[in-house]
């Protein structure tokens, strides 16, 4: 072919190519719309055509296999309320914390905490020895009293009475011997308080004159030793009192008292009318009351003889 022609069938070649590809590209449509080349489209073709597989990807290359990845370990869900925590979630103890003030103030109310537990020790055992000295005393009191109730002895003592009267040749008429209890923090009963009562009396009766103003002297005398008394008064033209006459039996109401001091841890003796008139106190220790000492206590009541003055602290 010569060369002037080629421009030529370079144009026919191009056509050709283009016509080429216009026919691919329409039969490629008309499968896929299921019509026939030349018909129109929308139009169904006479024969049914099979329904085409869906199209498969493209195999790809295969990846190399990766070691597998264990799952990740699932976090421990919180326990339930009701169930405590195992040892393994308890928080860690803080450490201890360093404190010379802490340390002191510790040392403080530990010393202060002995120091109360030991009075209230030594309370309890002073209030022990003093139950145990009262209710010795208080049995044999009651003993003595209900002995000398019926037997109703002499007794041989004389009461002087400031020089105007002698109490004398008088017999035990009759005693009474009582208690009084506490109550403790620890809810027992103990004894706090014993105490005797009793009357002695002779067959005499006694008449005292006193003139102005001797006559009150006497008259509050008999007021304060309890001697049950009567007074005629005689009096003037002025309504004044110039005399009285005083009558009153042979008779004695004297007692004692033995109580607990819980600050000394001593026992107080308080007697009253006991071998004279007028009181006396003696101190002693709840150690001191044994079987001689609630004799010469009983001694000391009927008149006799007696050791307490040696025996107990006089006071009074």
């Not at 403080?108 to 209030?127: G, M, P, R, T, V």
Request: glycine share 4%; net charge neutral; with cysteine.
């Amino acid at each position: 072919m010569a060369s002037d022609n080629w421009p030529d069938s370079r144009n026919r070649l191009l056509e050709d190519i283009d016509k080429f590809s216009q026919q691919e590209m329409s039969a490629t449509i008309g499968t896929t719309l299921g019509t026939t080349p030349g018909s129109k489209p929308g139009t169904p073709s006479p024969q049914t055509q099979p329904a085409m597989p869906a199209p498969q990807p493209a195999p790809t290359a295969a990846k190399p296999a990766t070691p597998a990845t264990p799952p990740p370990a699932a976090s421990p869900s919180p326990p339930p309320l009701h169930m405590a925590p195992s040892s393994a979630m308890k928080p860690e103890t803080p450490p201890a914390v360093t404190s010379s003030l802490l340390a002191n103030l510790k040392q403080q109310a530990l010393a202060k905490q002995q120091s109360e537990n030991q009075k209230s020790a030594k309370q309890d055992e002073i209030l022990q020895r003093i139950h145990k000295a009262l209710g010795m005393t208080y049995q044999y009191l009651n003993d003595l009293v209900q002995q000398l109730n019926i037997l109703k002895p002499p007794y041989a003592k004389v009461y002087s009475f400031f020089g105007v009267a002698d109490f004398d040749g008088m017999t035990w008429q009759e005693g009474r011997a009582d208690f009084r209890m506490q109550e403790t923090a620890s809810e027992n009963r103990l004894y706090d308080q014993v105490t005797l009562r009793y009357r002695l009396s002779g067959p005499k009766q006694f008449k005292i004159v006193k003139e102005n103003p001797a006559l009150e002297k006497l008259r509050k005398a008999l007021f304060d030793y309890n001697i049950a008394f009567t007074a005629d008064e005689a009096k003037n033209e002025r309504g004044h009192i110039e005399k009285a006459t005083f009558t009153f039996p042979c008779e004695i109401k004297a007692g004692l008292m033995l109580s607990g001091n819980y600050e000394t841890g001593k026992l107080l003796l308080r007697t009253r009318h006991i071998e004279r008139f007028g009181l006396m106190e003696y101190e002693l220790a709840p150690e001191d009351i044994n079987q001689d000492a609630l004799d010469q206590i009983a001694q000391l009541i009927m008149g006799e003889n007696n050791r307490v003055n040696q025996l107990f602290q006089r006071m009074v």
